[in-house]
């Protein structure tokens, strides 16, 4: 027997979805082939999807990442921002906290 679950309701982005915590990761890092990963096993150690990633090129040895996730303890994303700070070509982490409902 095969169950199937429908959403009425749209589907909305991070930046609208009503009622969940929205943290927004800034980071700026070295250019190293193993940075982006690195970055985002520290979800995956955890178990957390991110809903929207982008990593751009910042000229000729830099990077631009920015990771945004829902339904995160404010708590748990502070933990994540600083383990981020704590690779090696990570230069700066910016943590763009939930707004208060």
Known sequence: M???TERSEPQNGPSTQA???????????E???STLSRVI???ALRDLIPDEVSCKRA????L???IAITGVPENQAANLADRM???IPVMRVVLEP???A
């Open 19 to 29: 009622g969940q915590n929205i943290h927004r990761f800034m980071i700026h890092a």
């Open 2 to 4: 095969t169950t199937q």
């Open 41 to 43: 096993e520290l979800f």
């Open 59 to 62: 000229g000729d040895d830099g």
């Open 64 to 66: 631009h990442i920015h």
């Open 85 to 87: 700070r704590n690779i």
């Open 98 to 100: 939930a707004p208060h």
């Open 31 to 33: 250019a190293e082939a």
